[in-house]
C-alpha cells in the first residue's frame, strides 16, 4: 500500500515554535526521508472558518502567512503537495456522508474538542459547523488515503475519531477508506509545547507565542519576559525543572553543540537543570542561553522567508497547482465513496 501524509495547519496566525516542534520539523524531515509516496499539507481554511466565520478577512491574509512559513521551513513543493482546504468541495461532500456515522454524544466527548469549546467560551452557543469538526478532519485525511498523520499531542482524540468513522463507514458500505495512524514526536517536550505566559499550550488563539517569523529582537524580548519558576525568587532559591516552560523550551530545542558554543560552562542541560534545582542559578542566565539557542533555529527560516516573501506570485503558483493536484486525488476518493454508497446513479445503468 502506497505511504501518504496529510497534515496541515488552521490558517488563524502566522505559525510559532509550538507548530514548528510539534509537527512541521517532523514533517520536513519525513519529505526529505523519501520514505513517503506522496505528501499533503492542507491549509485548513474551512475549518478556520468553523471559530472565525466573523472574520473572513484574518482567515484570508494568514493563507499566505502559513504557506511563507511552510516555504521558510523546508517544504519542498516539489516534495510536498501544499493545498487550500476550500478550494477542493469534495472534502464538504465527504464531510457530510461522514456525519451520519457519528454521534452527538461522541464528538461532545472528544476532549480536544471539549477543551476547545472552552476555551473560545463557546459553552451554549457553540457553532455547529465548528462542533462538526473532526468529523471534516476525517474527510480531510481519508480524502487523500493517508496512512500517516504526523500532527501534535492534540490531535490524538481527532485520530481516533476519524478511525472509529473510517470503521464505521468500511463495516457498513464496505471496504473503501484507510485507516491513519498518528504520527507524534519522539520528543516529550515537542508534544505540546506550552506558552511563553506558563499556559499550558502555545497557541496563536492565546497570544502566547513565539513565531517563526519573529525578528530577533521581538523573540529576544519574549523569551526574557518568560514565565519560570514562580517561587525562584532570588538567585540562591533552589529552582523548580519540571513544567518550566523555560526548561520545556530547552528540552525542545537544545542540542549537546550549542553547550561548546553558547555556554561553554556546561556540559549539557542535565548539568543546568541540576545546578537550578540546588539553587545558585538565575533565570536571567538561562533565558539568555535559550534565546541564543533559539535565534540559531530561527535565523535560516528567517532568511528563506525574506526570500520567499520578494517572490509572492510564486507562492500564489504553488498553492494553486496544489490545490489541483490535491483536488483530482480526493475526486477519486470521493467517487469510490458514492460508489460504496450506491449514490452512483448516473455510472451504472
Ligand atoms: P488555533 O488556536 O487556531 O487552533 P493552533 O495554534 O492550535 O491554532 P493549529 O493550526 O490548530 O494551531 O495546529 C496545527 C498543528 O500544530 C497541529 O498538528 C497541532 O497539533 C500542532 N500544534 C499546535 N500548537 C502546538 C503546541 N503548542 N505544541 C505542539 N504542537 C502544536
Ligand atoms: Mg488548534
Not at 32 to 45: E, L, Y
Not at 167 to 177: A, D, K
Not at 196 to 218: F, H, P, Q, R, V
Not at 237 to 262: I, M, Q, S, W
Amino acid at each position: 500500500m502506497a505511504k501518504i501524509i496529510l497534515t496541515g495547519d488552521r490558517p488563524t496566525g502566522r505559525l510559532h515554535v509550538g507548530h514548528y516542534v510539534g509537527s512541521l520539523k517532523g514533517r520536513v524531515e519525513l519529505q526529505n526521508s523519501g520514505k513517503f509516496d506522496k505528501i499533503f499539507i492542507m491549509i485548513a481554511d474551512a475549518q478556520a472558518l468553523t471559530d472565525n466565520a466573523h472574520q473572513p478577512q484574518k482567515v484570508r491574509e494568514n493563507i499566505i502567512q502559513v504557506a511563507l512559513d511552510y516555504l521558510s521551513c523546508g517544504i519542498d513543493p516539489q516534495k510536498s503537495t501544499i493545498f487550500i482546504q476550500s478550494m477542493i468541495p469534495e472534502l464538504t461532500e465527504l464531510t457530510f456522508y461522514y456525519m451520519n456515522l457519528v454521534t452527538v454524544a461522541r464528538v461532545g466527548r472528544n476532549p480536544t474538542v471539549k477543551s476547545e469549546i472552552k476555551m473560545r467560551g463557546f459553552q451554549a452557543s457553540i457553532p455547529l459547523g465548528f462542533f462538526a469538526y473532526p468529523v471534516s478532519q476525517t474527510a480531510d485525511i481519508t480524502a487523500f488515503a493517508a496512512t500517516d498523520v504526523p500532527v501534535g499531542e492534540d490531535q490524538l482524540p481527532m485520530l481516533e475519531q476519524c478511525r472509529e468513522i473510517v470503521h464505521s463507514f468500511n463495516s457498513t458500505y464496505g471496504e473503501t477508506l484507510v485507516e491513519p495512524r498518528i504520527i507524534l514526536p519522539e520528543n516529550k517536550a515537542c508534544l505540546r509545547l506550552p506558552g511563553t505566559d506558563g499556559k499550558a499550550k502555545m497557541s496563536k488563539s492565546l497570544g502566547n507565542c513565539i513565531y517563526l517569523s519573529d525578528d530577533e529582537e521581538t523573540v529576544r524580548k519574549k523569551v526574557m519576559s518568560m514565565f519560570t519558576d514562580p517561587n525562584h525568587l532570588r538567585v540562591e532559591d533552589p529552582g523548580t525543572v519540571e513544567g518550566n516552560p523555560v526548561f520545556v523550551y530547552l528540552d525542545a530545542f537544545c542540542r549537546p553543540e550549542h553547550f561548546a558554543k553558547f555556554w561553554p560552562e556546561y556540559k549539557n542541560l542535565d548539568e543546568v537543570k541540576a545546578h537550578y534545582q540546588r539553587g545558585g542559578l538565575g533565570d536571567v542566565k538561562i533565558k539568555k542561553f535559550l534565546n541564543q539557542v533559539l535565534q540559531a533555529e530561527l535565523a535560516p527560516i528567517r532568511a528563506r522567508r525574506k526570500e520567499w516573501e520578494a517572490k509572492l506570485p510564486e507562492v500564489y503558483e504553488i498553492l494553486k497547482a496544489g490545490t489541483e493536484k490535491a483536488r483530482a486525488a480526493a475526486a477519486e476518493t470521493l467517487y469510490a465513496v458514492r460508489a460504496a454508497m450506491q449514490i452512483n446513479y448516473f455510472e451504472n445503468k
